[in-house]
């Protein structure tokens, strides 16, 4: 069982940035996947970027790539998203999950056993 919370989020004008965090609990995120989701109002919730804890490789969908980072720290059991040049429309809510299996297969929430409560993030001048 894992237990993900995510926080950083906030309100940043356009052309700002955010670093949101996604803390586990009760399991090392060592065998699991690690993806980024957010859900705009009204709209489905999407992916956005992925960590793969077998080997550290990194994924991003076109609309954050180049802007988003995704990193982890092993010894905080924590993964982490850095976002830079926000826009408008990165405004959402953010969330973190995890899919057992260590290695990214994509960003289907049905795949995704855990999830954190989210984080607001709205970008607004």
């Known amino acids: 069982q894992v237990q993900l919370a995510e926080s950083g989020g906030g309100s940043v004008q356009p052309g700002g940035s955010l670093r949101l965090s996604c803390e586990a609990s009760g399991s090392t995120l060592d065998y699991y996947a690690i993806g980024w989701f957010r859900q705009a109002p009204g709209k489905d919730r999407v992916g956005i970027s992925c960590?793969?804890?077998?080997?550290?490789?990194?994924y991003y969908t076109d609309s954050v790539q180049g802007r988003f980072t995704i990193s982890k720290d092993n010894a905080k059991n924590a993964v982490y998203l850095q976002m830079n040049s926000l826009k408008s429309e990165d405004t959402a809510i953010y969330y973190c999950?995890?899919?057992?299996?260590?290695?990214?297969?994509?960003?289907?929430?049905?795949?995704?056993?855990?999830w954190g409560q989210g984080t607001q993030v709205t970008v607004s001048s």
């Open positions: 960590i793969s804890s077998a080997d550290g490789k990194t």
């Open positions: 999950a995890a899919d057992y299996g260590a290695y990214c297969m994509g960003y289907d929430p049905y795949e995704y056993e855990y």
